[in-house]
């Protein structure tokens, strides 16, 4: 199935765990530790408690910093300022209708943060977003990618749907294969966007 169609059948859970997994890949762009978000993701497992999920996110977001949104305009870095507001929409209440629409944007800015930061893609910035919607409902690429897809993004999407099917198939008990797709994103995108800061520097 393509990224959008699991997104669509994905419960309350496996839409909470892919729009958590997108923006624990981004944590780097936060300023944020690998550990930043592992309150939540104990969350999601069978003993934690929906009715605290609100108030794990709000420490979460103080201790990454993000209690409002910037405007475009107050901030040069496209790529931090969509993880800000992936965090900053994160819904209080852990319900499938709100998680639906967390993990779909969320989908949509990671793979918008990876085209951006991608070093092999000098004109990123201005691809259409039209080609990530097109991306998303033809599904992951297998071995190779499909012509026009960067490399950075190719493996986001893979990501993307991995999680989700794992959940799907899983449960509760796919949280762990999932937190590790997770993880081996984020330290993909934390080489980046230190190499990055690297060359600005």
């Known amino acids: 199935m393509s990224l959008v169609e ?32 592992r309150p939540l993701w104990a969350n999601l497992a069978s003993g934690g408690d929906p009715a605290e999920w ?9 201790k990454l910093g993000v209690a409002e949104v910037v405007d475009d305009t107050d901030i040069e870095d496209e790529a931090a300022l969509l993880a800000r507001r992936m965090l900053a929409a994160a819904p209080a209440v852990r319900s499938a209708a709100e998680a639906r629409i967390w993990a779909d944007a969320c989908s949509v800015a990671s793979l918008q943060i990876h085209r951006l930061l991608d070093p092999a893609e000098d004109d990123a910035a201005d691809a259409p977003t039209e080609a990530l919607d097109s991306v998303r409902a033809s599904g992951a690429p297998g071995a190779g990618r499909p012509e026009g897809m960067s490399p950075l993004v190719a493996a986001e999407l893979r990501r993307q749907v991995s999680v989700l099917e794992l959940l799907a198939g899983h449960g509760a008990g796919g949280l762990r294969r999932a937190l590790e797709v997770s993880t081996e994103g984020r330290r993909v995108l ?3 966007v230190s190499r990055r800061a690297r060359t600005r520097g």
């Open 54 to 62: 609100g108030e794990l996110l709000e420490q979460v977001r103080g």
């Open 190 to 192: 934390r080489a980046v």
């Open 6 to 37: 699991l997104i669509a059948q994905a419960d309350e859970r496996g839409l909470a765990a892919s729009g958590l997994a997108c923006l624990d890949r981004c944590v780097p762009l936060l300023g944020g530790d690998d550990e930043a978000l």
